[in-house]
């Protein structure tokens, strides 16, 4: 199956630029692919008002924009942002993965950006969790939990683990996903830590999930 990148080709009075992946096919599992992509990426925009599609994110966005421009002149600098791009970063016979990155400013010190990943059944194009691929989640845990601990200590000379999960124990990333070089975990911002510790990610090598995935 091929994918083509599309792009909402409109001027905006606010920054506004969505990019994303979509199935070039018009087959019944394309436009399921597709539909599930678009779905995914509104549920990741905080400000989508319940709209259908892309355009109508961007249209309600950039009408928001233009209503406090006029009621707040004077605080309608910087412009507001909008900015939203996905990249697939795998697909097999079994699972596509696309990464969906969105960011959102409305004034003030700085904006929301977060990533997610949505996991696609290529075979059905419907949606799955994660966790629905795993078939020994201790084990997945156990390794994930070691990487994690690699990836401290690489990045923070002083890291403890109490630092980011304000004093429990070890937790799964909410968002991961396949990609080429294996599974991929990402804590987005505020999800653990704080603020200045911006994205936690780190890749567990499908050599070392051999048994514990039903999917690869």
């Known amino acids: 199956?091929?994918?083509?990148?599309?792009?909402?080709?409109?001027?905006?009075?606010a920054d506004i630029s969505i990019t994303y992946d979509s199935t070039l096919g018009k087959d019944e599992l394309s436009k399921t692919i597709n539909t599930n992509i678009?779905?995914?990426?509104?549920?990741?925009v905080s400000s989508n008002e319940n709209a259908e599609h892309l355009k109508d994110v961007a249209n309600a966005f950039n009408k928001e924009y233009l209503d406090f421009k006029t009621q707040f002149e004077e605080a309608a600098e910087p412009k507001w942002e909008l900015h939203i791009e996905t990249e697939?970063?795998?697909?097999?016979?079994?699972?596509?993965?696309?990464?969906?990155?969105?960011?959102?400013?409305?004034?003030?010190?700085?904006?929301?950006d977060a990533i997610s990943f949505l996991n696609l059944n290529a075979k059905t194009g419907q949606t799955f969790e994660f966790k629905d691929s795993i078939k020994d989640i201790e084990a997945f845990k156990s390794v994930a939990k070691a990487h994690f601990i690699k990836s401290l200590e690489a990045e923070y000379k002083n890291g403890k683990?109490?630092?980011?999960?304000?004093?429990?124990?070890?937790?799964l990333?909410?968002?991961?996903?396949?990609?080429?070089?294996?599974?991929?975990?990402?804590?987005?911002?505020?999800?653990?830590?704080?603020?200045?510790?911006?994205?936690?990610?780190?890749?567990?090598?499908?050599?070392?999930?051999?048994?514990?995935?039903?999917?690869?």
Do not use: C, W
């Not at 678009?38 to 990741?44: D, F, G, P, R």
């Not at 683990?161 to 937790?171: C, L, N, S, V």
């Not at 830590?193 to 514990?212: K, M, N, Q």
């Open 1 to 13: 199956m091929q994918f083509e990148t599309t792009s909402l080709d409109k001027d905006f009075e």
């Open 38 to 44: 678009e779905k995914a990426i509104l549920q990741n």
């Open 88 to 112: 697939k970063t795998y697909q097999s016979e079994d699972v596509i993965t696309i990464a969906i990155s969105t960011y959102e400013f409305k004034g003030g010190a700085h904006g929301n």
């Open 161 to 171: 683990m109490e630092d980011f999960f304000f004093g429990k124990q070890f937790q």
């Open 173 to 216: 990333a909410e968002n991961i996903g396949y990609t080429e070089d294996g599974i991929v975990l990402l804590y987005n911002i505020y999800e653990i830590a704080s603020y200045d510790r911006g994205y936690t990610e780190f890749v567990i090598p499908f050599a070392e999930l051999d048994g514990v995935l039903i999917l690869n």
